[in-house]
């Protein structure tokens, strides 16, 4: 049920409408896909890039700020804690 707005409520649309700062922290090897059980293996090849999505993202906000992270996954702040606070910490 943690995804389930995911699905009901895509904000993705929205994104050009933010007028705050925004920092968008992207593990480059993370490819998270909701769903990924219920997808073939070549589905999942084409989805969860965050390679590509974190760039399409922070270009459809206005202003928005890529910070990438090399030999990361989904979790920067667990998996790179001393590069994320740097990044965290510089973006404040």
Known sequence: MTF???YEQPVVYEFPNLKVPVVLFV???D???VGKGLLSPEQQAAHGQYKILGKQT???IPGAKLIEFANCGHIPHLEVPAEFMVALLGSL
């Open 4 to 6: 389930t707005m995911i």
């Open 27 to 29: 593990g480059l090897e």
């Open 31 to 33: 490819k998270t896909i």
């Open 58 to 60: 922070a270009a459809k």
